[in-house]
């Protein structure tokens, strides 16, 4: 158990709808970052957050959004959903602290776009 | 895109073996972790080597870090059943944010 805590579990939506996913971190960390896991495929970067600001992003378009809230609990949210957007979305929490940057990952929402 | 790639993609090895994965990455790093992950659920942190560190140990794990070669390998000793998972390396990079980037993992079965 890593303390993260992330929601939904499963999620159905059809294309062009828009989905908010929620994470919370674990007590103590103050960075969150989310990541898209394709079947079959390591996880990929979308951002991250830290003291409710972007702190870095991969190579997301903007339709992909989030939000950091001042618990550091975090949003996603995905607009003009699209085939491709069916993935695993992990969040991980971290206290950046001397460049350690261990991320300790939630169980992931199972996103299935139809 | 990926950084890394994982070597082999499939391991399949009998209760009690020992199992070896391989890592390559190709930029510069801080420091490099490797992760567990059990039938596409959360990963489970297992262990981080600093870029200035050469071996680490963890219970039956064993990591080691040749930054030369750009490369990483996880040793499972006494393997169980339970060990049955997929194993990502993730380079921690610095650019903006402190962000893991990720090969594309070894999928290892335990048979017993």
């Known amino acids: 158990e890593t303390g993260v805590t992330q929601s939904p579990t499963h999620l159905i939506k059809t294309r062009g709808q828009q989905v908010t996913l929620r994470c919370s971190s674990q007590?103590?960390?103050?960075?969150v970052s989310w990541y898209q896991q394709a079947l079959g495929q390591g996880p990929q970067f979308i951002f991250q957050?830290?003291?409710?600001?972007?702190?870095g992003r991969g190579n997301f378009p903007p339709r992909f959004s989030g939000l950091q809230f001042p618990n550091y609990s975090s949003e996603l949210n995905v607009n003009a959903l699209e085939l491709d957007d069916s993935a695993l979305y992990l969040c991980?929490?971290?206290?950046?602290?001397?460049?350690?940057?261990?991320?300790?990952f939630g169980p992931g929402t199972r996103l299935t776009v139809l | 895109s990926q950084q890394g790639e994982e070597d082999p993609q499939a391991l399949s090895i009998q209760e009690g073996e020992n199992a070896t994965m391989n890592c390559s990455y190709k930029?510069?790093?801080?420091?490099l972790q490797w992760y567990r992950q059990n039938s596409g659920r959360g990963l489970v942190h297992l262990i981080l080597?600093?870029?200035?560190?050469r071996e680490k140990h963890s219970g039956r794990l064993r990591v080691t870090l040749d930054t030369s070669k750009k490369s990483s390998s996880l040793l499972i000793t006494a393997s169980r059943a339970a060990d049955t998972a997929s194993y990502f390396c993730?380079?921690?990079?610095?650019?903006?944010?402190?962000?893991?980037?990720f090969g594309q993992g070894t999928r290892l079965t335990i048979n017993p």
């Open positions: 993730a380079t921690g990079v610095i650019q903006g944010a402190q962000k893991l980037v």
């Open positions: 080597i600093r870029s200035n560190e």
């Open positions: 991980a929490s971290s206290l950046v602290q001397g460049g350690r940057n261990e991320q300790f």
């Open positions: 930029t510069s790093i801080n420091n």
């Open positions: 957050y830290y003291r409710e600001e972007e702190n």
């Open positions: 007590s103590g960390h103050n960075t």
